[in-house]
C-alpha cells in the first residue's frame, strides 16, 4: 500500500450544489436561495459541509478500497464559496499498526489555502485485495 499523498480537486458550482442537494436531501435553502442567502447574512453561495466530507470519503474508498475502509471522521473548518476549486488530499501515515491498519490524514483546502475540511481515516493495508487503485477507476 502506497505511503504517497493522492490529490485530486473539483469546482465549487452552483450545479455541484443542486446535485448534491438531490443526492443528500439537504435542500438548506441559504445554499440556492438569494433571498434565503442573504437573510442568513451571507452575499456568497457556498456549499453544503458535507459536500466536500462525501467527496473525501469517496475519495478514501477509490483509493484503497471500500472493503478496507475501518474508520473515517471529518470536521468543517471553512465554507466554500461557488467559484473556488477545492484540492482534496489524503495523506498517508505509511506506518502500519499492529492491527494490520494505517492512519490517512484528509484534507479539502480551497483555493486560497484555506481548510475547508480536515479529519481522519484508518484503512486496512490486507495486502491480499485490490487495494492500490487510481483515483476514478
Keep these: ?17 443542486v446535485r448534491y442537494a438531490g ?7 441559504m445554499h440556492y436561495d438569494t433571498d434565503a442567502l442573504r437573510a442568513a447574512g451571507y452575499d456568497t453561495f457556498f456549499a453544503m459541509g458535507m459536500l466536500a466530507a462525501g467527496r473525501l470519503g469517496g475519495l478514501v474508498a477509490t483509493t484503497y478500497g471500500d472493503e478496507q475502509v475501518r474508520s473515517l471522521r471529518t470536521r468543517f473548518r471553512h465554507r466554500s464559496d461557488v467559484g473556488t476549486t477545492v484540492t482534496l488530499r489524503l495523506h498517508p501515515s505509511g506506518v502500519v499498526g499492529g492491527d494490520g491498519c494505517m492512519d490517512v490524514r ?7 489555502g484555506t481548510v475547508i475540511v480536515d479529519g481522519e481515516a484508518r484503512v486496512a493495508t490486507d495486502t491480499d485485495t485490490d487495494t492500490d487503485r487510481t483515483p476514478g477507476t
Excluded: H, K, R, W
Design 23 to 29: 443526492a443528500s436531501g439537504d435542500f438548506t435553502p
Design 106 to 112: 484528509l484534507e479539502a483546502v480551497d483555493d486560497n
Design 1 to 17: 500500500m502506497s505511503d504517497q499523498v493522492v490529490e485530486t480537486t473539483y469546482d465549487v458550482t452552483m450545479q455541484a450544489i
